[in-house]
């Protein structure tokens, strides 16, 4: 793995464990001001309506589900990469997947696009 591609790869870990730490404020630090999440309800597009939307993952214990980073690529400047792997239940069953395009914007990694899939 490259340094920019293991360096995405924690980031995206990083930006999985405010779901387990039950942190909506780190959740949305690591969201671009022009993010868009695609989810079977449709886009949520911006930082303020990704936040507002994902609010409801963030509330009670435990944390209704997990994901963790299997593909983790960057393209050659260093400034566009990608990740995907497994979303698990609260059991640690693997009911989806997910996608995810980030950006390096002043030197820290933003998350841009981000799709739910099967």
């Avoid at 793995?1 to 387990?20: D, G, H, N, S």
Wanted: aromatic share 12%.
């Amino acid at each position: 793995m490259t340094k920019p591609e293991e360096e995405l790869r924690v980031t995206e870990i990083a930006f999985a464990k405010t779901m387990a730490d039950r942190d909506h404020a780190a959740f949305t630090s690591f969201l671009s001001e022009e993010v868009v999440f695609l989810g079977n309800e449709g886009a949520l597009r911006g930082k303020a309506a990704v936040a507002e939307g994902w609010a409801k993952y963030f509330e009670g214990e435990p944390a209704p589900f997990s994901w963790e980073p299997d593909v983790v690529v960057v393209v050659a400047s260093g400034e566009l990469g990608m990740t995907a792997g497994p979303v698990r239940d609260g059991d640690g069953v693997r009911f989806a997947g997910f996608q995810s395009c980030w950006r390096r914007e002043s030197g820290a990694w933003k998350i841009v696009l981000d799709r739910a899939c099967n």
